[in-house]
């Protein structure tokens, strides 16, 4: 009994997508207005949280194809604050399924931000903006009257290389044309296209292998890898990184090439020149194609090169489905002697590094511009229209540092000070 699993007809196993995060809800300022209260207090409530964006493993899945048609996601932003201290609605996250075995990256920075490969497994990639407070939270025993409160932190916007490695027990490899799409066809159900002529895998299959009515194996069958493969030769270096998430190894060796013992040694240079673990990865060693005279009479000759290298070599064929049981089992048994791989907590949380230089000042004539992703950030939750808003931001400013900088940069009264889209003139008391 055979099972199909896989099924690579639109198979895309890389994408580019931009994800943004849901503003925070603005917080307001607004005071009671009741009847016989003549001075009613604050109550002017917080804005809601903006939606967060979320990666989650879906076992239903297996490439990247949907990616191809949609490439921007952005999460619900967090609602206004209300009056009578009602705080605004949060934004809805966004969860975006993706298959079993996806990598994601930042594109901006290379940084690795997941590595999704359990089932349900979730990642929050882009936090939502943090809703900002209104003029309740302002209030105190000198200030009973706050005209201040906060808009919504913004969202965050991002650039992600999604990048999808097969999950496979096992994975064929060998030179185009070894017969690897023909072995993985006899052991399975699955149905890679198969002709006599190089590269006719151009896509990665997968299929499973019952052994028994208890057992079974996940297989994948690579692309043909060539001399030259790790640098992008051939189809190299965009299906070597599929071998990389599989535990062992067959490798497939064409009985009627000119010399396997050469395309063994080739293939294990290319697969450690890519990622020096692939060639510590346990192999079942099969030469292929037994069924064909000319290969039978040559098959001392084989056993004796091999030997003399000390690699184990075992004899199949493909087309007549001989000994591929017994490489199967043999696999299954390498597969067993593998160590686990430490599973990695439910729910990771990605928390980018913080940045060592807070904010950058340029200078063009009597104009002051200041960069920086905390700087700007507290301008955008600014109320400008509010005096004392604004006064907040200066204190923001000089407990940043930034004040202080720009006077050792010679900023005289009366110069303009830019911020992203907001503009002010400098004053050296803000009070």
Not at 9 to 23: H, L, N, Q
Not at 336 to 365: A, C, G, H, L, M
Request: proline share 4%; charged share 25%.
């Amino acid at each position: 009994m055979f099972i199909v699993l896989y099924n690579t007809a639109m198979f895309v196993d890389e994408a580019e997508i931009i994800v943004e995060s849901g503003k925070g809800g603005d917080g307001i300022v607004h005071f009671r207005r009741e009847k016989y209260i003549n001075r009613g207090g604050p109550d002017g409530g917080d804005g809601g949280h903006g939606g967060d964006i979320i990666f989650q493993v879906n076992r239903h899945l297996n490439t990247l194809e949907n990616f191809r048609h949609q490439r921007v996601f952005r999460a619900e932003h967090g609602g206004r604050g209300g009056v009578k201290n009602q705080t605004g609605k949060s934004g809805k996250d966004l969860v975006i399924d993706v298959p079993s075995g996806t990598v994601i990256t930042n594109v901006s920075t290379g940084d690795l931000m997941a590595d999704l490969v359990e089932e349900g497994q979730k990642i929050m990639v882009c936090p939502g903006g943090r809703g900002g407070h209104g003029n309740t939270k302002f209030a105190n025993s000198r200030k009973q009257a706050p005209r201040l409160a906060e808009k919504g932190e913004p969202g965050k916007e991002m650039a992600l290389a999604l990048e999808l490695k097969l999950i496979a027990d096992v994975g064929i490899i060998g030179m185009p044309n070894a017969g690897k799409s023909s072995f993985l066809a006899a052991v399975t159900n699955a149905k890679p296209k198969i002709a006599n002529y190089p590269f006719t895998t151009l896509i990665p299959n997968l299929g499973v292998a019952r052994l028994d009515l208890e057992v079974d194996m996940v297989l994948a069958d690579i692309p043909g890898l060539i001399e030259g493969a790790h640098t992008g030769l051939g189809l190299g270096d965009t299906f070597l990184r599929h071998i990389q998430r599989t535990k062992v190894l067959i490798h497939v060796l064409d009985g009627l090439s000119t010399d396997p013992l050469a395309d063994y040694s080739q293939i294990n240079t290319e697969l450690s020149l890519f990622d020096p673990e692939l060639g510590n990865k346990p192999q079942v060693v099969l030469l292929n194609k037994m069924d064909v005279q000319e290969v039978k009479e040559r098959k001392k000759t084989f056993q004796k090169s091999f030997h003399q290298k000390g690699i184990e070599i075992d004899f199949v064929s493909a087309f007549s489905r001989t000994g591929l049981k017994e490489a199967l089992w043999k696999a299954y048994h390498l597969l067993q002697e593998v160590p686990e791989i430490i599973e990695v907590e439910d729910i990771p949380v990605y928390r980018p590094t913080s940045n060592q230089t807070p904010f950058e000042i340029i200078k063009k004539d009597t104009e002051w511009l200041i960069q920086g992703e905390a700087i700007e950030r507290a301008a955008e939750m600014t109320y400008w229209d509010y005096f004392e808003s604004v006064r907040r931001f200066h204190r923001i400013m000089n407990s940043m540092g930034v004040s202080d900088a720009l006077m050792k940069a010679g900023i005289q009264e009366g110069d303009t000070v830019l911020i992203r889209d907001h503009e002010f003139v400098w004053t050296n008391s803000w009070e």
